[in-house]
């Protein structure tokens, strides 16, 4: 059978179901129905969602939660988050109490610079491009500034521009690397636009004032952010850290040999890390930000030295222990979905409108706040007690029980360890009783 198509894309939306489902589902009943009970009911609003992107067939659905009690600069902010893992909510939330009660985080924003850069081949004399480069760099700024007029006015806009000879790297390549404020803006539009204008006013030139031809490669921002960077810690005297029959030195001491595992092995702060970016994620993707920007600017922050290593940091010193992180996040408060996605608007209305800059602090907060839940369960009582049984009602779910099974199931694992194969073993005898 013949899986290729022509025009899908002009294709009505029901047409493109009905083409999906009897070319690639074998149940095609079982899987339209699937697809269009996810439909929003409200047209408009289904409208709004059909046109985010391209081919739509329906709707991806993930929770939306709440994280409350967090106490950030002496303002309490409930957090929320969407995601689809078992218990990211449930620990940040906790670690959010726990903090509290002990001075809360503290947070700044160290500088908020993002980039973009123009890459162009050049095989000529490096001293004249240079020359050209300092010559023609106000008319570069100049050209730019019917798009960076309304930027300008609200006080951002182009910050500087450099030329970067990276021939060593490879023969002939050069770029002009550009540094901006976008303020309450992610940007990305903006940058791109300022990059294409960068590119046509320097070729343009060039082909007058040069011994050789200037190639544009390309003209594209970076999610590389190392200037766009958010602090967040907490701390507290060793003897605050009690509760339950934690011993608080020894926790303390364990908190920080475990952080600093993460620092030297890749091993273990890839997985350390992941557990961060639950808590960042879910609350850029709650915003209407871009998660996979963050993502890859974080990692490769975490690498920035050589070398993978742990995004949080901890020490005791003069009996306070501390815990703290640095991270490059470049988000927006304005424009994309913050405008146009209803939950995006709710989301950010929970958080009292927040410019980018307390954005950025609530996010790092939210992540700093998960590691520190993580780390806390796997120096203690081990990750996995706390976690199966969040996920205790997924397997439940698996198996189609039903509301008196789920209590009955529920109330045996207070007191049981959650496994899986458990979980069934548990199901499967309920059932035959």
């Known amino acids: 059978m013949n899986k290729s198509i022509s025009g899908f894309s002009k294709l009505s939306k029901s047409e493109k179901i009905d ?3 009897s070319t690639y589902l074998s149940n095609s009943n079982n899987a339209k129905q699937t697809i269009t009970q996810y439909f929003n009911t409200n047209s408009k609003l289904q409208q709004l969602h059909d046109e985010f992107i391209e081919n739509t067939i329906s709707n991806y659905y993930l929770p939306l939660g709440v994280a409350p009690n967090f106490l950030i600069n002496g303002k309490t902010y409930a957090i929320p988050m969407a995601i689809e893992e078992s218990s990211v909510v449930a620990a940040a939330s906790k670690a959010a109490k726990f903090w509290m009660t002990r001075g809360g985080f ?39 500034k019917p798009i960076t ?3 300008e006015k609200r006080g951002g806009g182009i910050l500087d521009i450099e030329l970067r000879d990276k021939t060593k790297d490879i023969n002939g390549y ?7 404020e976008t303020l309450d803006a992610m ?43 958010v602090r967040a810690e907490v701390s507290c005297n060793i003897e605050d850290l009690a509760e339950g029959n934690i011993d608080p030195k020894t926790f303390a001491e364990k908190f920080v040999q475990a952080v600093s595992i993460a620092e030297v092995e890749p091993y273990r702060a890839v997985t350390h890390n992941k557990g961060i ?14 998660f996979r920007a963050v993502e890859a600017g974080v990692h490769a922050y975490a690498s920035r030295h050589g070398k993978y290593s742990s995004l949080t940091h901890a020490k005791i010193e003069n009996g306070i222990f501390s815990f703290w992180i640095e991270i490059p996040l470049a988000l927006g408060t304005v424009g994309g979905l913050t405008s146009l996605h209803p939950l995006v608007k709710i989301a950010l209305d929970i958080l009292d409108k927040p410019k980018a800059k307390e954005l950025m ?28 049984k969040m996920h205790l009602m997924n397997i439940l779910n698996q198996f189609d ?10 109330n045996h694992f207070k007191t049981h360890t959650v496994t899986h194969s458990a979980v069934v073993e548990a199901l499967e005898k309920l059932r035959t009783e």
């Open 19 to 21: 083409w999906i489902v």
């Open 106 to 144: 503290k947070t700044e924003v160290i500088s908020t610079t993002k980039i973009g850069q123009v890459h162009f081949m050049f095989h000529g004399d490096f001293n004249s491009l240079e020359r050209y480069f300092n010559a023609i760099k106000p008319k570069l700024i100049e050209d730019a």
């Open 149 to 151: 007029k309304n930027m």
């Open 174 to 180: 050069y770029q002009l690397h550009a540094t901006f």
């Open 187 to 229: 940007g990305a539009n903006f940058i791109n636009s300022c990059l294409e204008q960068f590119a046509k006013t320097f070729k343009a030139e060039a082909e007058e004032q040069l011994d050789a031809s200037v190639e544009i490669v390309m003209s594209i921002l970076s999610n590389y952010v190392p200037d766009c960077l």
């Open 277 to 290: 970016m639950n808590g960042i994620d879910a609350v850029v993707l709650a915003t209407g930000n871009d």
């Open 361 to 388: 602090q609530i996010i790092a907060v939210a992540g700093l706040a998960q590691n520190f839940a993580a780390v806390r369960s796997l120096t203690t009582t081990g990750i996995q007690e706390g976690h199966m």
């Open 401 to 410: 029980a039903n509301t008196k099974e789920k209590e009955s199931i529920v």
